[in-house]
């Protein structure tokens, strides 16, 4: 098969272009928006530059799927300017529609939001409980969700969407604000201070990047001609608080923690329904928060600078 990955040089990119480049029986293609591959996978790489119509085109053809996995904000970023969303986010993705249209490609494999499309809600959310995003981030990620659906419509464009929860792991950048998991870790390594926005009592999910690459991997493997949308997520929803208390029966330094007023842009509550994946792939077990918080912990003493 002949696979794309748009955006591989994000997090979840790196893990996914690596794992991919591993199969035999996979010629794969990858695109970033640095002029280098940023990547460990020894696969041909394309600076993608959404201006290069015809360059992108050569070079989408003959692609069956790609995964787009390219973003530039965070919900925190587009809180305050909400057209960051529709500039940086929306309207590039809506010419890379276009193109792999134009290119014959069979499905995109589109990676959302979990945690901000469905807004807040003190019940269990499935893939078609009501969706009341408010948060810029949010809203364009579903918006993008339905432009899939117009392009399946009216180009027999296919999808599978992964609405994906608080992603943790190895080789995050946490820099831009993203990974509260790593961010903890990392602060612990620094001895510095950990800050929780909010009294701690706030609902997230939180699942393994490792476990995030096994299931969007199942788009390889399954009817390019028939879309799906899922809830990627683990059986782990906690609490700040609880997360913080895994976190310390794992690390052996000593640390404090600085409670902060919260952002608005936060969601306070978000439990995930998972049923509809796990029963689709019973044979992938999600990883244990206490073993890959320590896989992370782990990862960071050996490899950060104190």
Same mark, same amino acid.
């Given at each position: 098969?002949?696979?794309?990955?748009?955006?591989?040089?994000?997090?979840?990119?790196?893990?996914?272009?690596?794992?991919? $480049?591993? %199969?035999? *029986?996979?010629?794969?293609?990858? /695109?970033?928006?640095?002029?280098? !591959?940023?990547? +460990?996978? =020894?696969?041909?790489?394309?600076?993608?530059?959404?201006?290069?119509?015809?360059?992108?085109?050569?070079?989408?053809?003959?692609?069956?799927?790609?995964?787009?996995?390219?973003?530039?904000?965070?919900?925190?970023?587009?809180?305050?300017?909400?057209?960051?969303?529709?500039?940086?986010?929306?309207?590039?993705?809506?010419?890379?529609?276009?193109?792999?249209?134009?290119?014959?490609?069979?499905?995109?494999?589109?990676?959302?939001?979990?945690?901000?499309?469905?807004?807040?809600?003190?019940? $269990?959310? %499935?893939? *078609?409980?009501?969706?009341?995003? /408010?948060?810029?981030?949010?809203? !364009?990620?579903? +918006?993008? =969700?339905?432009?899939?659906?117009?392009?399946?419509?009216?180009?027999?464009?296919?999808?599978?969407?992964?609405?994906?929860?608080?992603?943790?792991?190895?080789?995050?950048?946490?820099?831009?604000?993203?990974?509260?998991?790593?961010?903890?870790?990392?602060?612990?390594?620094?001895?510095?201070?950990?800050?929780?926005?909010?009294?701690?009592?706030?609902?997230?999910?939180?699942?393994?990047?490792?476990?995030?690459?096994?299931?969007?991997?199942?788009?390889?493997?399954?009817?390019?001609?028939? $879309?799906?949308?899922? *809830?990627?997520?683990?059986?782990?929803?906690?609490?700040?608080?609880?997360?913080?208390?895994?976190?310390?029966?794992?690390?052996?330094?000593?640390?404090?923690?600085?409670?902060?007023?919260?952002?608005?842009?936060?969601?306070?509550?978000?439990?995930?329904?998972?049923?509809?994946?796990?029963?689709?792939?019973?044979?992938?077990?999600?990883?244990?928060?206490?073993?890959?918080?320590?896989?992370?912990?782990?990862?960071?003493?050996?490899?950060?600078?104190?």
């Amino acid at each position: 098969m002949n696979i794309g990955i748009v955006g591989c040089n994000g997090f979840i990119g790196k893990h996914l272009s690596v794992d991919l $480049s591993q %199969n035999k *029986n996979i010629s794969l293609k990858l /695109f970033g928006r640095s002029d280098t !591959n940023n990547t +460990t996978a =020894e696969a041909p790489y394309f600076s993608f530059n959404i201006e290069n119509t015809a360059d992108i085109i050569k070079n989408f053809e003959g692609l069956d799927l790609i995964y787009y996995l390219a973003s530039d904000s965070i919900p925190i970023t587009s809180w305050e300017n909400p057209k960051i969303e529709i500039e940086k986010n929306l309207l590039p993705f809506l010419d890379f529609l276009e193109l792999a249209n134009k290119s014959n490609v069979k499905k995109v494999v589109f990676i959302s939001s979990a945690g901000t499309i469905y807004g807040c809600s003190s019940e $269990s959310l %499935n893939e *078609n409980a009501n969706k009341s995003p /408010f948060s810029p981030y949010g809203i !364009n990620k579903l +918006t993008m =969700e339905y432009y899939l659906n117009y392009h399946q419509e009216k180009n027999n464009l296919q999808f599978d969407i992964f609405r994906v929860s608080n992603i943790y792991g190895e080789n995050q950048q946490t820099n831009k604000g993203l990974g509260i998991i790593n961010t903890f870790l990392e602060n612990i390594v620094h001895k510095k201070d950990i800050k929780v926005y909010g009294n701690g009592e706030a609902i997230r999910n939180y699942i393994y990047i490792k476990d995030v690459v096994r299931f969007i991997k199942t788009s390889i493997e399954t009817d390019l001609s028939v $879309s799906s949308i899922y *809830n990627l997520c683990s059986n782990d929803n906690l609490s700040i608080n609880q997360l913080l208390k895994l976190i310390k029966s794992t690390v052996s330094e000593d640390y404090k923690i600085i409670y902060i007023e919260q952002r608005n842009s936060d969601n306070p509550f978000i439990a995930l329904d998972n049923s509809k994946i796990k029963l689709k792939f019973p044979l992938i077990q999600f990883t244990s928060m206490t073993e890959g918080i320590e896989r992370c912990y782990i990862h960071i003493k050996n490899t950060i600078k104190v």
